[in-house]
């Protein structure tokens, strides 16, 4: 398996990175916080996770090695499958989704898009003994423009399953508190907010 990819950002698109390593382009599928940390001509290190599939083999790429494990863990809990446990990582932080399936919150979990109440349920009863206790870190991304974070945010809440007309209003809702230097990932969970308050 490919644990990690390292090499030259060539594309970041509205739900993958390309990165080149050794001549080849690696599609890596990452969060939206994730992929507003990449820059086109920049360098990255990416810990990644490979999921195989009988018609596909899909590389989903992290920000850090607690993020991977995350999304590793998630999986394993019935009903949770690659493109869900992306979505929750999304949503919330790892640190996020451990304080959540630690205090049986489900109305947090259930601000992802693709589970319900039971799902919710399910996830917390199935992870609560092995999912650990919050660390206590929260990751950054790097400071985006004025001008991309409002992009970013849309594309990343349609990536999700929200219609252009929501993640337009959801952007709204929050570029004031965007400031000078936005972090996208922060903007994206705070849009979220606002689309399950809904």
């Known amino acids: 398996m490919i644990a990690f990819v390292r090499g030259e950002v060539t594309d970041v698109g509205l739900s993958s990175a ?28 990416l810990p990644t996770s490979m999921v195989v599939r009988e018609d596909s083999l899909t590389l989903f790429g992290f920000l850090d090695d607690d993020e991977k494990q995350s999304f590793e863990l998630v999986q394993t809990a019935s009903g949770v499958g690659p493109k869900l446990a992306q979505a929750m990582l999304a949503v919330l932080s790892p640190d996020d989704l451990r304080t959540a399936v630690a205090a049986e919150d489900v109305k947090t979990l259930t601000r992802v898009p693709g589970i319900g109440q039971k799902g919710a349920q399910r996830i917390i009863l199935e992870l609560r003994d092995r999912i650990g206790a919050p660390t206590g870190v929260r990751p950054t991304g790097a400071p985006a423009s004025q001008a991309d ?36 990932g922060a903007l994206l969970r705070a849009a979220l907010r606002t689309l399950s308050k809904a």
Do not use: I, Y
Request: charged share 20%; proline share 3%.
């Open 149 to 184: 974070w409002r992009g970013q945010v849309q594309e990343g809440l349609v990536g999700l399953g929200w219609s252009a007309k929501e993640a337009d209003k959801a952007v709204d809702a929050v570029a004031d508190q965007a400031g000078h230097q936005p972090d996208v």
């Open 18 to 45: 390309v990165v080149e390593v050794g001549g080849v382009g690696l599609e890596v599928m990452c969060t939206p916080g994730t992929l507003a940390t990449l820059r086109t001509g920049r360098s990255a290190t």
